[in-house]
């Protein structure tokens, strides 16, 4: 929140302080030779009052090519004609834009203290600013290197007066303000302050001619700072866009399984146990990270097909036969689903055949033994194994020598992968039976992560992959 009046009253009496004290030391310390040849002086007076013209707005802030002048003025002139030429830039800066008068004071404090400090650094760190035209290599980047310190001086100045005064106005905190406003725009005041430093040393051997030819330059250089500018707004914007759209596509999903869950309360429990013993299965059989990922996501989705069911067919103990084909869609339904959003065709995979049986006895494809995706083969039994023990279930929950059992018993008769079903049995003989009882649905599904993750290009869907497989085996079996 903004500061009280008076604090405010008293920063804005420390700036005209600092302003003051500026100009005097600026006027007390100033020497003759700083304001010659006066030809420099003029063109750098003109360079930063109209190179205000010149600015690059970004989505951060202003870059403004005034800046060059300051530098040139700090690294050939010295602290008085470097104050000035901040001076000049700030007020067709200020008037450009109808600053208020607040505003106005604390830019002519930034435009003023930072070049003069930084005029004052090369002052003090080299005997002799102008009038050499002749200097060794190691001279010169050496002077070179004093110039760079000063611009850095300059920029960080420029920046905590300015923070301050927002900090004032607008009660912004000082980390935010450092990362969205001066880190974002800090390569590009670099870039122009490592410019102007070869300008420098190229005055310094050539003299006043090398900076007209390098007036070219300059423009040039300028012209494609902004398309690379805007060309990065421009991605951000885009990114941003893509980042609401699959808030959206996800949110949905989320949401379906959310009324999933208020209509049925096991629903998301389920959906989360299964996906943590998919996770661990497919991790225990060797599967690469991704087919972990794809895995996991199957079994956090696997259910949301039936979110279209009717309560006399979500509650009922027993389908009647004029629901079966109802209950028989739900792969389908939540295959299509899941497998609208990019990069999540090998879930949609995955959800579609996992009521297969390898005995080619299931559905919707009637696909045998490999056939069957290995990522349905691992939710199939996941999704059997904690239906048969959930605590929370309508029926009486099985104890884990029950439940694998009737593991091994559905592969024996051909329902199950019998070399995964003991690969699964083993694990949780090793772990907790009921290792992922405590899931929970919103870690489990890490909403932001995959929002950022979906955000990220992705070329699944254009190589044929498993979200085209998924897609065109939807289409054959509504066509059949």
């Known amino acids: 929140m903004p500061a009280p009046k008076l604090t405010r009253r008293l920063f804005w009496a420390a700036e005209v302080l600092l302003l003051a004290g500026t100009v005097f030391a600026a006027v007390w310390l100033s020497h003759p030779a700083e304001w010659h040849p006066l030809a420099l002086v003029v063109l750098l007076l003109v360079l930063a009052f109209g190179g205000e013209l010149f600015t690059v707005e970004t989505s951060h802030g202003v870059l403004s090519a005034s800046l060059g002048a300051m530098v040139l003025a700090m690294g050939l002139l010295g602290p008085g004609p470097a104050a000035a030429c901040g001076i000049a830039a700030m007020v067709m800066h200020s008037a450009a834009a109808r600053r208020p008068l607040a505003q106005w004071l604390n830019n002519l404090c930034m435009y003023a203290v930072a070049p003069f400090a930084g ?6 760190l080299a005997s002799k600013v102008d009038g050499v035209h002749s200097q060794h290599l190691a001279q010169s980047m050496t002077f070179g290197l004093i110039v760079l310190g000063a611009l850095i001086v300059l920029l960080v100045l420029n920046f905590v007066l300015f923070a301050l005064e927002l900090r004032i106005r607008e009660g912004r905190a000082f980390p935010r303000l450092v990362r969205e406003l001066f880190l974002p725009l800090l390569p590009g005041e670099l870039a122009v302050g490592v410019v102007s430093t070869m300008l420098v040393l190229a ?9 007209f030819a390098a007036i070219p330059v300059l423009l040039i250089f300028r012209h494609l700072t902004v398309a690379l500018l805007r060309s990065e707004d421009r991605a951000e914007k885009l990114q941003a866009r893509t980042v609401r759209l699959v808030s959206l596509q996800m949110g949905v999903l989320r949401t379906l399984v959310r009324a999933l869950g208020m209509r049925d309360p096991t629903t998301a429990r389920h959906a989360s146990a299964v996906a943590r013993y998919c996770e661990a299965l497919a991790k225990e059989l060797g599967c690469s990270e991704d087919v972990q990922e794809d895995v996991r996501t199957a079994g956090l989705l696997h259910d949301i097909g039936k979110f279209t069911w009717p309560d006399s067919v979500l509650h009922a103990d027993v389908v009647r036969p004029e629901d079966q084909e109802t209950v028989r869609r739900h792969p389908q339904d939540g295959a299509e689903l899941v497998g609208a959003l990019d990069g999540y065709g090998a879930a949609a995979e995955a959800i579609l055949y996992h009521h297969e049986r390898v005995d080619g006895g299931g559905y919707p494809a009637g696909l045998i033994g490999k056939e069957i995706p290995l990522a349905s083969r691992i939710l199939a039994i996941c999704c059997t194994y904690h239906t048969m023990t959930e605590r929370a279930s309508y029926r009486s929950p099985m104890s884990f020598q029950e439940a694998m059992t009737e593991l091994r018993h559905a592969a024996k008769n051909g329902q199950l992968d019998d070399e995964l079903v003991e690969t699964f049995i083993a694990l949780l003989e090793r ?4 290792f992922a009882e405590d899931a929970d649905f919103e870690t489990e599904l890490e909403f932001e992560r995959r929002v950022r993750d979906m955000a990220q290009p992705s070329s699944q869907a254009s190589t044929g992959g498993p979200v085209s ?5 939807l289409a054959t079996l509504r066509r059949d």
């Open 469 to 473: 497989r998924a897609r065109d085996r």
């Open 119 to 124: 005029g004052l650094m090369v002052r003090a």
């Open 203 to 211: 005055y310094r051997s050539a003299g006043l001619p090398a900076l």
């Open 431 to 434: 772990e907790e039976p009921m």
